[in-house]
């Protein structure tokens, strides 16, 4: 089974800043695309930022220029280092990561179990 630990949240003070890590195990096949997404109570799972296997980054406007989404491909991790947090920020951060296995014809995602982030006025 593909396994994703995560770590890295906590409760930081706004303008503060977190570093956040997933490591995927036993994925089998190749990786893909990684991603960080987050969820606050009340509110949809949003993408935060992706990140391909050529290293092509994808960023949400709320934290462009704040967030920076990073990988390496020998240790199958992907990072998230987030400057200058908000309040808004706050929430559970997932990564996720796509694999592609050799008998099918599309990627297989896969969730780690979310990181809390909660940033204080």
């Known amino acids: 089974q593909v396994r994703l630990v995560e770590s890295g949240g906590g409760l930081v003070q706004a303008g503060e800043s977190l570093r956040l890590s997933c490591a995927a195990s036993?994925?089998?096949?190749?990786?893909?695309?990684m991603g960080w997404y987050r969820q606050s109570p009340g509110k949809q799972r949003e993408v935060v930022a992706t990140?391909?296997?050529?290293?092509?980054?994808n960023y949400a406007d709320s934290v462009k220029g704040r967030f920076t989404i990073s990988r390496d491909n020998a240790r199958n991790s992907v990072y998230l280092q987030m400057n200058t947090l908000k309040p808004e920020d706050t929430g559970v951060y997932y990564c996720?990561?796509?694999?592609?296995?050799?008998?099918?014809?599309?990627?297989?995602?896969?969730w780690g179990q979310g990181t809390q982030v909660s940033v204080s006025s």
């Open positions: 996720n990561v796509e694999v592609t296995y050799f008998f099918r014809s599309g990627p297989v995602g896969f």
């Open positions: 036993g994925t089998i096949g190749s990786i893909n695309t």
């Open positions: 990140i391909a296997t050529g290293g092509s980054t």
